[in-house]
């Protein structure tokens, strides 16, 4: 795509939309990732991959799109294999519930830096909520 600099032509940019999307965006795609809630222990993940037209209208673009896919489904493979081993440890007593786990801690600054600025804050100023 001509209108993106030399830097945003070499990389991949994912982005987190909280509180279930992640957009990725390539110098030649973008994809949506986004996960559903279809139980107390299970979820539906979506993925969609979209391309500029100038990329479709390419001679190459079917064999380039099917290796984006294929690459994707190994990606996929990989995390979701990991996925039985995360919801035992969800089961755990030793588990505290909560948005943020410890290791997070600049992730819920962050968010309470934006709520701070985009909520009313409450009486002593304030709207953020403690780390759990």
Same mark, same amino acid.
């Given at each position: $795509?001509e209108t993106l600099?030399? /830097?945003?032509?070499?990389?991949?940019?994912?982005?987190?939309?909280? *509180?279930?999307?992640?957009?990725?965006?390539?110098?030649?795609?973008? /994809?949506?990732?986004?996960?559903?809630?279809?139980?107390?222990?299970?979820?539906? $993940?979506?993925?969609?991959?979209?391309?500029? *037209?100038?990329?479709? #209208?390419?001679?190459?673009? *079917?064999?380039?799109?099917? /290796?984006?896919?294929?690459?994707?489904?190994?990606?996929?493979?990989?995390?979701?294999?990991?996925?039985?081993?995360?919801?035992?440890? $969800?089961?755990?007593?030793?588990?505290?519930?909560?948005r943020f786990? /410890?290791?997070?801690? #600049?992730?819920?600054?962050?968010?309470?830096?934006?709520?701070?600025?985009?909520?009313?804050?409450?009486?002593?100023?304030?709207?953020? #909520?403690?780390?759990?």
């Amino acid at each position: $795509m001509e209108t993106l600099s030399e /830097k945003e032509r070499t990389g991949t940019y994912p982005l987190a939309l909280f *509180p279930n999307t992640n957009l990725i965006v390539g110098n030649h795609f973008a /994809k949506v990732l986004q996960h559903l809630p279809s139980g107390v222990e299970r979820c539906t $993940m979506t993925l969609s991959f979209l391309f500029p *037209p100038d990329v479709v #209208a390419r001679p190459e673009f *079917p064999e380039y799109a099917e /290796k984006a896919y294929r690459y994707t489904d190994e990606l996929l493979a990989e995390d979701t294999s990991i996925s039985p081993q995360v919801q035992q440890g $969800m089961r755990s007593r030793l588990r505290q519930p909560g948005r943020f786990s /410890k290791q997070e801690g #600049a992730v819920h600054a962050f968010q309470n830096y934006v709520l701070d600025r985009v909520v009313d804050a409450r009486a002593d100023g304030r709207f953020s #909520a403690p780390c759990q």
